[in-house]
């Protein structure tokens, strides 16, 4: 099977659809569960004792996990000196806290099973040190850290961490982000054009499937830096 | 080991013994004094990692859960790794639980 986090909206709701239609078994983990059509656990990443909950149910169902997801985000788009203190705080838990504890308590199933794939999200604006994401920017840069390292840590169980950063994608998370803002981002990117969470699809079925079986501790950018 | 009851210190060091014994393919005597993390370990993290995930299946087969991602499991001063018999220990207060 394979879960997804943050998999009621957006790209993870994108990424749950495109899974399922393929026929593979997904798990869909959200803090609002509502209106998931999908298997479901009610978790909110940014909690400990949530997720790890969440990892005690997946356990017992004594499935393989093929792949983990971590989608759950949310973004902020301020400048450093005007993102207030709650801000800073619900980007870092949720962004980075959210995934570290994701990756270190759904683990120890993958690591039993010797094989497996973690994917976790980034932004394009860390390549690109966008202006105006900086406290987004720095706790999707802890993501990769994170991510390049876990992977080595997982290396010896034959499990795979890569992250995929995309650039702007028409969700939720833009909300107020004017056209004219976004080409302003996409023409940094090496293919200068606006993607579509469908081409964040192909990435994740890509690092999911064996035949990415080489690739480990990579960040993946969309539209390319 | 099956014990369908709650264990006690001298059956959880047996398991516990056993498992890193077996890890070490018994090339080691496991000491109960032996360190699990720090310099002087003869685990090295993925093996310590694989001794969790065995003890954890032992658990299992005795109905208690073995959760060694808790705060105790990870505390550096109170840390269930610091020794064999501190895991026993470990391992004997969650089969309680």
Known sequence: MIIVTGASRGLGKAITERLTKKGEKVIGLARSTDGLNIDNIECDVSNYSSVKSAARKVKKMKTPIKAFINVAGTASMNMAVTTDESTVQKLIQTNLAGTIYCCQLFAPIMLRQRYGSFINFSTIAVALALKGESVYAASKAGVEAFSRTFAKEMADFNVRVNCIAPGPIRTDLLRGITDTQIQKITSQQIIPKQFQKSDVCDLVELLIDEKASSLSGQVLNVGGV | ?97
């Open chain 2, 1 to 97: 080991m099956k014990l369908g009851k709650t264990m006690d210190i001298d059956q959880a060091k047996e398991m516990v013994i056993s498992t890193i014994s077996d890890l070490l393919e018994g090339k080691v005597k496991v000491a109960e004094d032996m360190q699990l993390i720090g310099g002087e370990s003869l685990l090295d993290s993925m093996k310590l990692v694989e001794v969790c995930v065995a003890l954890e299946d032992l658990a299992d087969e005795n109905n208690f859960e073995f959760d060694w991602t808790s705060e105790t499991a990870m505390s550096k001063s109170r840390s269930m790794f610091r020794t064999v018999a501190a895991l026993a220990s470990e391992f004997a207060r969650q089969s309680e639980t």
